[in-house]
């Protein structure tokens, strides 16, 4: 099965921008849908954003509207979420997973990158 790798997570203050990467191995991301999850304190863990293999995009958490935006290089084998005017309440750890649909189980899970919004 595929395995993946998140990076790019770290301390940002509010009104800042981050770029998150999942990378993936042992196989390709191109055929698998790609959804970017994260989990607060406390909180339930949310699906913010997928992506399809053809490219579809999901939008799961209003709060990241017009702020976060999923994408993907399959020649590179990876997803990116870009993060812009970063909110305390972004504060969590960010995750990939890759399923066949963004509807769906999503059966390979990265191990998550911690990313905190604070002055």
């Known amino acids: 099965q595929v395995q993946l790798v998140e990076s790019g997570g770290g301390l940002v203050q509010p009104g800042g921008s981050l770029r998150l990467s999942c990378v993936a191995s042992?196989?390709?991301?191109?055929?698998?849908?790609i959804g970017w999850f994260r989990q607060a304190p406390g909180k339930e863990r949310e699906e913010i954003l997928c992506?399809?293999?053809?490219?579809?995009?999901?939008t799961s958490a209003d709060s990241v509207k017009g702020r976060f935006t999923i994408s993907r290089d399959n020649a590179k084998n990876t997803v990116y979420l870009q993060m812009n005017s970063l909110k305390p309440e972004d504060t969590a750890v960010y995750y990939c997973?890759?399923?066949?649909?963004?509807?769906?189980?999503?059966?390979?899970w990265g191990q998550g990158t911690q990313v905190t919004v604070s002055s």
């Open positions: 042992g196989e390709t991301l191109a055929t698998y849908s």
């Open positions: 997973a890759a399923g066949q649909r963004c509807l769906g189980t999503f059966g390979s």
């Open positions: 992506i399809t293999s053809l490219n579809g995009i999901t």
